[in-house]
């Protein structure tokens, strides 16, 4: 990387360019592809700061969850007052809900844009982590592409580390949009299918920014791979039966649409349960890309991937690395306002299949949020997903806490995805078809396929008293007292 | 009119085609353009049938909202048992909230692919209203495009009103996109600026399909234009105010984007106060051109608007029918899954300005319905708008009901916006812009610029009390038992 070469300095020596109250955008996109040392230092800066008696604490952007190497140990360090678009670092998450870090929850398809409109301020440095830099200045990306491009235009200084954890031959497994433009100088996005290449396998700077290289050798978080349980498989089982019911009636190619698939256990059962079915030729265009997905190209039936992202156990992350060449041409990495732009999601006409924290009777989701007030991890790329989607599922066990909760309840406490904007939900227990059903119709459907037996009753009677209650209100009947009254008793009792 | 001259027939004699149990897909979007006769004799053929003690009702398709003559004779008929995607009738809006009718209350921009993909079923019938028929057999559209292109290619038969009331100069108004595929071989929408055509200025019908054609003369439905409060034109002013700052932050070009506004008295407030304004070469790419809007054009401000529909006063629409060759060329009318579209939404970057019901402290909006249960209208293409904007308004006045109704609420009754959506709130009391902020920080400005004076100190108090109550939910803090206890205490007492 002779172009930067003189660049290099130690991790500790970067983060000296970052200043208390600097915005700063990373890499980093479901633990692949985030810095890896620079953080850690400037959490030490940050500590020492405090130590002084000193503020010390920035601004953070990231493509999406990182890792303990960058969220955690930030957050730790207390060196974090606003956080934006998603993350879900334990240490992170913990200071969201004590009420010391700002977090503005946005689409990730939204960010990369709006940072560009200025809706959240000048961005004073980025630091992103890529695969190598090339003797001419361009940069090949790793294992995810996130927001890194935006940051990079945006930012007045640049911190990049250089990994060579990452395989030298990612080169040409990414593909970069550079023709974003502000309305009202916008074009149309000439993407037609998955593995269309509509940009450069390069990210560019400005070496005039690069003000910090630093080289680091360190893999990606690794996170156990987990088998899928009979609960996840029951929910697989009842997907991929409900895409068979779909091309029986001529709403499908035999071959699908291009798969979108949530992080997660359940999503993994879904590919594992398709690479031993009798599909093939399946495509998908996609935020990550987890083990269940590597298998599915493995297995020959997944022929092209898009996604912005890896999120890899660490066998799979090893495999992976050591297959690179022979993964080429079916898998390309692209920024993520591109990965999750509804205007590809709906033109390719997406199979979008997410999880849920809850489902209220009527179809409303919630997918971030504890009892109303606490954040588990973010919105992330859900609703650029089922709001375009030609099909979506929102799935999850129907009980949690050894079944102390529902995720069937009569008031969703938080809600993400609106009764507009859902159309299929998936528990262990069977499946239910929302689209074309009024508000009521919903609600017999969902009780019935979805909720857990122990709920049913209860829920069925909610039903049925609302109605008898709200004879001016039959669209959506409720009864407002009661409506939150579930997670209430949980709150006080331990138990819906 | 000679292709299909042949077909003409009473209104009673082309009822006679629509079957009890028929999905009939119907013109009309905010009362123009929807069929005059047809749906009064359906309306008599069923009661004939009730008094046979016969069954008789279809399911009915529209683009949006009709009019008393369409949706309020059939519902008053009882001859409608489900509803789709959007609604505004007095008596079908009792009968869907008497539980008569199911509703499907679905985003504008979705109802036709749904139809299209299969979701909605078979149509059975097309009723759509005309300006003309062509000697080729080509159609002309009259004051809206709405879902006509959609319902003519799908039904198996097709009834043709032609409403001699619509100027003949109305050719050269339309341009329908005949481009629409489904996945997986869909193509990008080259459109690029609000007056761009993409399409043909007429609809097509297959011939064989039309089996009956009924002439009318009948105008649209006439809603008289009210005059701007106070209360309107205090919200129209902070709304321009803030895009004068958005002007002067370098977020905005001076000619603005293009305007999208909902439907109502704010919406024409504001557009007034921009008629009144220095700016200059305003466009609009919207669902529905108003008599604010038209005023705009006249005052040669606005020089091109895009839309799917007029929603004019009686006053206005003689006025633009008698002056109609001098908006040629300034007005275009599409389908409304293109005026609607997520993609040229967000590409083109509009400025969208909504009503909305309530709102709570987070910013969720509810735009649909009255405590929980009972439906207004529906959510219309709001949610098309608000996502996929550069920049959304949501307005409302702080207050109902004389007082009796704060329009900030700690907890939203029914949420059709969520807080990843909503950018910037407008009360008469003032403008929240909740960009990039996070829930407690929206909440005390929403709280602070857009709640009522005799509101204000109560939802300071909630927001406290849960902060207080909450120390590990510090991201969205609410009471569960509380959170809805506003609406309960309206219910009860009629005062919140």
């Not at 670092?89 to 200071?95: E, F, G, K």
């Not at 599915?296 to 898009?306: C, E, F, N, P, Y």
Request: charged fraction near 20%; hydrophobic fraction near 40%.
């Amino acid at each position: 990387m002779s172009a930067l070469s003189s660049r290099i300095v130690s991790a500790q020596e970067a983060a000296a360019h970052i200043r208390h109250g600097d915005r700063a955008g990373m890499s980093g996109f479901t633990g692949a592809g985030y810095p890896k040392e620079v953080p850690g230092a400037l959490a030490a800066r940050a500590q020492e700061a405090h130590g002084r008696g000193e503020e010390f604490s920035i601004e953070l952007w990231t493509g999406a969850s990182t890792a303990p190497e960058l969220d955690g140990v930030l957050a730790g360090a207390s060196a974090v007052h606003k956080r934006l678009p998603f993350q879900s670092d334990p240490t992170m998450r913990d200071a969201i809900n004590a009420g010391r870090v700002e977090y503005v929850d946005a689409h990730l398809s939204h960010a990369a844009q709006q940072a560009w409109f200025g809706f959240y301020g000048k961005l004073d440095v980025a630091v992103v982590e890529v695969a190598e830099v090339l003797p001419n200045g361009l940069l090949v990306p790793g294992s995810s592409v996130g927001n890194s491009k935006t940051w990079l235009d945006l930012a007045d200084k640049v911190i990049l580390e250089v990994n060579s954890w990452h395989p030298r031959a990612y080169e040409g497994f990414h593909d970069v949009y550079y023709g974003t433009r502000l309305p009202p100088r916008r074009t149309p996005l000439q993407l037609l299918d998955p593995m269309q290449r509509i940009g450069d396998p390069y990210l560019r700077v400005d070496p005039e920014k690069v003000v910090a290289v630093v080289e680091t050798d360190a893999p990606d978080r690794n996170l156990p791979f987990k088998a899928a349980d009979e609960s996840s498989r029951a929910m697989a089982d009842h997907v991929v039966d409900f895409l068979r019911h779909e091309i029986n009636h001529g709403r499908l190619p035999k071959n699908l649409l291009p798969l979108q698939s949530g992080v997660g256990n359940i999503a993994n059962a879904v590919m594992t349960n398709l690479a031993h079915s009798e599909f093939e030729n399946l495509t998908a265009y996609t935020e990550v890309i987890q083990d269940g997905m590597l298998d599915l190209i493995d297995s020959g039936k997944l022929t092209a991937v898009s996604a912005t992202s890896f999120s890899l156990s660490a066998e799979h992350a090893a495999h992976f690395n050591e297959n690179i060449e022979s993964y080429k041409g079916r898998i390309l990495l692209r920024p993520q306002e591109i990965s999750n732009h509804p205007e590809i999601i709906r033109r390719l006409g997406i199979i979008a299949i997410n999880g849920m924290v809850e489902a209220d009777i009527y179809g409303n989701v919630n997918s971030t949020h504890v009892l109303s007030s606490s954040i588990i991890n973010g919105i992330g790329g859900s609703g650029d997903f089922a709001r375009n989607a030609y099909l979506n599922f929102f799935v999850s066990p129907s009980t949690a806490k050894g079944g102390a909760i529902s995720a069937i309840v009569p008031f969703a406490s938080h809600i993400d995805h609106t009764e507009h904007d859902t159309q299929i939900l998936v528990t262990e227990q069977g499946l239910a078809d929302l689209r074309a059903l009024s508000p009521r119709a919903r609600a017999r459907k969902i009780i019935e396929h979805c909720a857990h037996p122990d709920y049913r009753d209860r829920l069925q009677d909610y039903l049925n008293r609302a109605v008898a209650a709200s004879p001016r209100g039959q669209h959506t009947p409720h009864l407002l007292r009661e409506a939150l009254s579930w997670h209430e008793t949980y709150q006080q009792h331990g138990r819906m």
